[in-house]
């Protein structure tokens, strides 16, 4: 399908839904919700292709101006003038069209399963993964989204050796899709005496949270084990077997919880997190299938790959996959300004895939 041909068919549908909505009487409840969905998501278009079909009208009436008073050549300067604009915005909106007309990727729109680990660095390690899951809190906060804490798993001073969330809201895993990889602070320590910087580093994983019907796990391929819950050093955190450890026996992926004091729910909690991490193992496997030499991807969402860089002497952060640093540390481990980092990973990531389509 060309573009003009795609331009057509999205206006089309616009108008049939338009039509459909205003006489929705014979309607569901449920079909008029997904149908008012769709409208929505195809307004803005509409709009836009609207838009283009004026100027592009505007444009050939100026043409035809300047070729029927080629001997009035003020009269002319004025209107090449309007056609050279003319021309500019066209082109303009039509990009910006090709960017919304890229087919979506339905997983853009799932909510996701956050893991924040501590790697290398020892305690300040544990305490920047304290300060990253808190920046995915805050920014989730921001945006309107639920941030559910499902497992936190401390070392003596309160740094985080492990925490997961589930995050739900309106595409959740489009905006933080591109987090996953290794994450490298920069900074003097609070135990350090010399005031040395040290450099430490977290891991952060970023799954699709899987429903049943998009992945499902026979119960044969599992295996479950209870034991006793117990807290950092040691310390009981409840006289009951209620932890639950699961394992996937075809994949190996292993998920142990105990936050809960009730068995059941440290179960359903343990699936919810093994189905996002068994969804993401064959979504990965399928991908590099798929695209196995595609290396001008932004970012390969290997979590062994170092993506960013978090300066606090300098007051810096620089994502190394598109090479932008920005001066505002503060305000992106607050979760204020994480969106000016997000919006060029995915500026980049659609270039790339209009370039790979042309």
């Known amino acids: 399908m060309s573009f003009e ?50 100027l592009e009208k505007e444009l050939e009436e100026n043409k035809l101006l300047a070729s029927e008073n080629q001997h009035d050549k003020e009269l002319l300067a004025l209107v090449q003038t309007e056609i050279d604009e ?7 909106l ?6 919304l007309l890229l087919p979506k990727d339905e997983i853009d729109e799932k909510n996701a399963i956050l893991e924040v680990r501590a790697g290398t660095g020892g305690d300040e390690a544990a305490l920047f993964a304290t300060e990253l899951f808190s920046m995915y809190q805050k920014y989730s906060s921001i945006k309107g989204w639920r941030f559910d804490i499902l497992e936190v798993s401390e070392n003596d001073i309160g740094g985080y050796r492990e925490a997961i969330a589930s995050i739900t809201g309106r595409s959740v895993f489009a905006r933080l899709k591109f987090e996953s990889g290794v994450h490298r602070v920069q900074r003097v320590p609070t135990t350090e005496s010399g005031g040395r910087i040290h450099t430490s ?3 952060v994983a970023v799954l699709p949270e899987a429903e049943e019907v998009d992945i499902q796990i ?40 105990q936050d809960e004091k009730s068995q059941h729910k440290n179960k359903a909690k343990g699936m919810k997190i093994l189905r996002a991490r068994v969804f993401d193992f064959e979504r990965t496997k399928l991908e590099k299938e798929r695209a196995a030499d595609r290396k001008e991807q ?45 919006d060029g990973l995915t500026a980049t990531e659609e270039a790339a895939r209009l370039a790979a389509m042309a």
């Open 5 to 54: 041909e795609n331009l057509e068919r999205v206006s089309s549908r616009h108008r049939e839904l338009e039509l459909t909505l205003s006489n929705s009487k014979e309607l569901s409840a449920e079909e008029i919700t997904k149908l008012s969905i769709e409208f929505s998501e195809l307004t803005p278009i509409a709009e836009k292709i609207n838009e283009v079909r004026s």
């Open 86 to 92: 003319l021309i500019k915005s066209i082109s303009l």
């Open 94 to 99: 039509r990009k910006e069209l090709e960017r």
């Open 201 to 203: 580093a977290a891991t």
């Open 218 to 257: 026979d119960d044969r391929d599992l295996r479950i084990d209870i034991f006793r819950a117990s807290g950092p050093g040691g310390q009981s955190v409840n006289t009951t077997d209620s932890a639950v450890r699961i394992t996937h026996l075809p994949t190996g992926i292993v998920v142990s919880q």
């Open 298 to 342: 932004v970012g390969t969402g290997d979590r062994s790959e170092r993506i960013r860089t978090y300066n606090f002497p300098q007051g810096r952060v620089t994502d190394h996959r598109i090479n932008l640093t920005l001066y505002k540390i503060d305000k992106v481990i607050a979760g204020e300004a994480l969106d000016d980092i997000v």
